[in-house]
């Protein structure tokens, strides 16, 4: 998830060709409830992709098929210890990221003549920071997400016996160079997402006080931006982005109703979006729209299973306390994915969706519990 996202579908197509010659994946999805309907979700749209010739939908399908296999091993194999080194090693990459967003800025600025450091977020795109991740609102996810993590970090350091402040310090440097480099990026929608993120992480993980401290705080910020304007991130454009983003949805609801069953397969939108007169972009910009516009209500009827066991799943985890500051994590980077997805389909990319399955799929750690439990 550290390198651009070609490089990144490469390597997992090669991990999985290996588990698959292993057996190793076959016996995960064996061993997985539920895992057959990822299986059949991807025929599904493999078929309708096919049938209206969205040639780019079967390239996806085959992403979506990858990332679910991933996520089925990972379930299987996945341990308290491996997931918070993982969770550790993100983070540390994450500042990797940053310094390539910084680089970059630098660059950006110099294409404006500007020598030396200024603080100006232009608004068109190939004006704002990326890093890896395609695009600035890509990247923007993608520190939702790490500073979510390093949240969850701190957290669990406040539920040890004694507080180490060494490591305390280094997820506060994380969080604080992460929200620097989203300044740089622009993005404006992933600061309420994040906000509240972070203010469920602290109800689910029994942060009570905190809690009602975060909600207060991001309601004097919501009130201090609506009077003053300017401080709001490319302000300038926001009547023509949200004039942008109804013409993209009025186009997209005009084609879920054509076609409310099956959809027309993954990145409808952009095999259909002349057809619509819609604006030129790969899809719906809009987590609740863009599922039934390329997956169709069968389609999402038929991935719906698997999701609903890795709820119950997760409920479990959480009935039991084996771990509330995990469950609450999982439960943050949804809220985040969901607020941001109201104006964005950022999740829908290989690497922002990558680290999401990471996290929500961790709840298997206790999967002997889990099991037990439900015997």
Same mark, same amino acid.
């Given at each position: 998830?550290f390198?651009?996202f070609?490089?990144?579908?490469?390597?997992?197509?090669?991990?999985?060709?290996?588990?698959?010659?292993?057996?190793?994946l076959?016996?995960?999805?064996?061993?997985?409830?539920?895992?057959?309907?990822?299986?059949?979700?991807?025929?599904?749209?493999?078929?309708?992709?096919?049938?209206?010739?969205?040639?780019?939908?079967?390239?996806?399908?085959?992403?979506?098929?990858?990332?679910?296999?991933?996520?089925?091993?990972?379930?299987?194999?996945?341990?308290?210890?491996?997931f918070?080194?993982?969770?550790?090693?993100?983070?540390?990459?994450?500042?990797?990221?940053?310094?390539?967003?910084?680089?970059?800025?630098?660059?950006?600025?110099?294409?404006?003549?500007?020598?030396?450091?200024?603080?100006?977020i232009?608004?068109?795109?190939?004006?704002?920071?990326?890093?890896?991740?395609f695009?600035?609102?890509?990247?923007?996810?993608?520190?939702?997400?790490?500073?979510?993590?390093?949240?969850?970090?701190?957290?669990?350091?406040?539920?040890?016996?004694?507080?180490?402040?060494?490591?305390?310090?280094g997820?506060?440097?994380?969080?604080?160079?992460?929200?620097?480099?989203?300044?740089?990026?622009?993005?404006?929608?992933?600061?309420?997402?994040?906000?509240?993120?972070?203010?469920?992480?602290?109800?689910?993980?029994?942060?009570?006080?905190?809690?009602?401290?975060?909600?207060?705080?991001?309601?004097?910020?919501?009130g201090?931006?609506?009077?003053?304007?300017?401080?709001?991130?490319?302000?300038?454009?926001?009547?023509?982005?949200?004039?942008?983003?109804?013409?993209?949805?009025?186009?997209?609801?005009?084609?879920?109703?054509?076609?409310?069953?099956?959809?027309?397969?993954?990145?409808?939108?952009?095999?259909?979006?002349?057809?619509?007169?819609?604006?030129?972009?790969?899809?719906?910009?809009?987590?609740?729209?863009?599922?039934?516009?390329?997956?169709?209500?069968?389609?999402?009827?038929?991935i *719906?299973?698997?999701?609903?066991?890795?709820?119950?799943?997760?409920?479990?985890?959480?009935?039991?306390?084996?771990?509330?500051?995990?469950?609450?994590?999982?439960?943050?980077?949804?809220?985040?994915?969901?607020i941001?997805?109201?104006l964005?389909?950022?999740?829908?990319?290989?690497?922002?969706?990558?680290? *999401?399955?990471?996290?929500?799929?961790?709840f298997?750690?206790?999967?002997?519990?889990?099991?037990?439990?439900?015997?």
């Amino acid at each position: 998830m550290f390198l651009p996202f070609y490089i990144t579908l490469i390597i997992h197509a090669i991990e999985l060709i290996i588990l698959l010659k292993r057996g190793e994946l076959v016996e995960a999805y064996k061993k997985t409830k539920a895992s057959r309907f990822i299986l059949i979700f991807c025929a599904l749209l493999a078929i309708v992709s096919l049938f209206y010739q969205n040639y780019l939908g079967i390239l996806v399908t085959l992403g979506i098929l990858m990332l679910g296999s991933f996520t089925v091993y990972y379930r299987q194999h996945i341990s308290a210890e491996s997931f918070e080194f993982f969770m550790d090693t993100v983070l540390v990459l994450s500042v990797v990221a940053a310094l390539v967003a910084i680089i970059q800025y630098f660059i950006i600025l110099h294409r404006f003549n500007i020598d030396g450091f200024e603080l100006i977020i232009f608004n068109t795109p190939k004006n704002r920071v990326d890093s890896f991740y395609f695009n600035a609102n890509y990247y923007a996810m993608m520190i939702e997400f790490w500073v979510g993590i390093a949240f969850y970090k701190i957290l669990r350091l406040f539920q040890e016996e004694h507080l180490n402040y060494k490591k305390m310090g280094g997820y506060c440097i994380i969080i604080l160079i992460n929200l620097f480099t989203l300044v740089l990026s622009g993005c404006r929608t992933s600061w309420p997402a994040m906000l509240a993120g972070l203010a469920i992480m602290l109800l689910f993980a029994h942060f009570y006080k905190l809690f009602g401290l975060i909600v207060a705080g991001g309601v004097a910020s919501a009130g201090f931006l609506f009077t003053h304007k300017n401080y709001i991130p490319r302000a300038s454009n926001i009547t023509k982005y949200l004039g942008v983003r109804q013409k993209i949805w009025r186009a997209a609801i005009a084609s879920i109703k054509d076609h409310p069953l099956f959809g027309e397969g993954p990145l409808t939108y952009m095999h259909v979006w002349k057809q619509y007169n819609g604006h030129n972009t790969q899809h719906a910009h809009n987590i609740f729209l863009d599922p039934p516009l390329s997956f169709g209500i069968v389609g999402i009827l038929t991935i *719906l299973p698997y999701f609903i066991s890795c709820i119950k799943r997760t409920y479990i985890t959480y009935k039991l306390h084996k771990n509330d500051t995990l469950v609450a994590l999982i439960i943050g980077l949804i809220v985040m994915t969901y607020i941001h997805g109201l104006l964005d389909y950022t999740i829908f990319f290989i690497q922002t969706s990558f680290t *999401l399955f990471m996290v929500i799929s961790s709840f298997d750690i206790y999967r002997e519990d889990i099991d037990m439990y439900k015997k």
